[in-house]
């Protein structure tokens, strides 16, 4: 697996694409936060020494400072001219590190009554940040206070800036699918990936000394079993598919319909993790009165996050539910509810593991 | 260079043993290894107006007593990084390089003209690591425990013992071979990890440096 490819680099002046291209589509109107995506993945994946505070699915209260903390103003990924844009290694309290607590002191010390359960960082360090610090904080003032669920991986870009700072050629595209991956043979643990990355998604782990993120559950993938973050989903959001395949939701959120929009796409690295944004109830004026013009959740806000098509998209959707309420057929609605699971949602990938 | 025979050699497996007071040292010159050479475009505009690769010079010392060579690496850092746990955590490190091929360029070597590398790191202060390269970015390891190491920081210089077999069987043709009497070549480079240095980010000695081992 030492092969160098071009997929995913800049050869004169074009970026080489995959043959295929897994992507995901999460429609943030369903997301719950109940972090079942993140726990399975930790439970699938992250066990290992070295490893504890690597949590490659996050999912983050918007507004937000998210994970690592502030990450959004960092920097990394590509400028407008195609340059790369320098930013720094985020600290391990920045992304929120594996906290011990006083179980013993508080549970069995007796002293349950002086002192609280408390977390420490494994440096004996007062916790600065961990992975949902800001949980349910959100922004706006009461009555219009609002907050939304963004659910985050590695997006498995498609000019993925983790792979082209690499000195090493470590990391590498998949040609099949478009899969980023980071080879644990060829990583030295010199970290440029965690500078370039400009979604910090790139954990390090200090006791292998190598750099690690989302394998997009690719061993499950190649067996037609969804990622775990995906099959474990209560709330059913997270769609997975290739983007060219014309009979799967992932096609037809991004292709067809287009209400399905990348993160930061400014960050220049073409993401494959789209969003469905979210729609919001309307604002109350100082009179206490319902304001239907205005939705809750600011359109600037959700225009700095997923992009100037954001209005177009939310008015697909209001559209879409309104026929749909109507009693009209709405294929649209129909993609977004998923009525059969799994085959809806990730049509290529309904293999039970249980079943292997 | 010349790496001096000595029938005490064990006498000087510590880098602060009194006995390297009587070996002569060659003093190498260091400078940042350049922008240009930066394999990425990322790394390279990165570091384009960052100062790094301050390390000025490293003072070499070689013994050898036909079976065995030690090098006495010396320079100057005022601040020992030798933790990694912190995620900008880069302990200090040096390296020796040999040319495996008769043309091997001194930055990493090239395909089909690898180098052996002997890298040493703060973080495993006790061995270093035999690498070979055939160019930039390239470096594996070749071994780990051929090379061992003592190490001392004084709060103002790092002192580095490495010692190695005059030659080794394991993995022989990926290991420079020496023997009393050769002459070969070689360079240096040294790693400030506090500044973040790693990778091409360092400095090195833009010329080879002769060896010659006393027969
Ligand atoms: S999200 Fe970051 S780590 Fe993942 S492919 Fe893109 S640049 Fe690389
Ligand atoms: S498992 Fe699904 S519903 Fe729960 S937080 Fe993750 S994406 Fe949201």
Redesign the pocket.
Known sequence: MNARTDVGRMMEGQVVTPKRQLAMV?DLN?????????ISCKRQWTREEGMEHQWW?V?NTMPGKGTPKDWEGMGGGWNAEGEPNPSRIPLRDEYGDAWQFNKQEVFHGGKGVETYLAPTNPDGSKPGWGPNWDEDEGGGEYPNSHFF?L?RICNHCTHPACLEACPRGAIYKRDEDGIVLINDKQCKGFRFCMEACPYKRIYYNHVRDISQKCIFCFPRVEKGVAPA?AR????R??FVGYLDDENGPIHKLVHQWKVALPLHGEYGTQPNVYYVPPLSPPRVDANGKVDPSKPRIPLDYLESLFGPRVAEVLEVIKAEKEKKARGEASELMDTLIVYKWPEDIFPDFTVDPAEL | MLVRRTDAIDALADPGAAGWGAIAAETVKLMPAPAAMQPTRYIATKWRDQAYGAVASLDVQGVHDGATIAFRLRWRDSAKNAVRFENTDFPDAAALLFPLAADAPLFMGAPGQPVNLWYWRADFPERARSDVASGIGSSRVVDDTAITARAAHDGEFWSVVLRRALKVQANAAESVQLEPGQRLRTTFAVWEGGNLERAGIKAFAPQWVELAIEA
Do not use: E, I
């Open positions: 999460f369903k997301c719950l936060g109940c972090h079942t995506c993140s699915a999912v669920y659910p973050c474990q989903c209560p709330g959001l997270r």
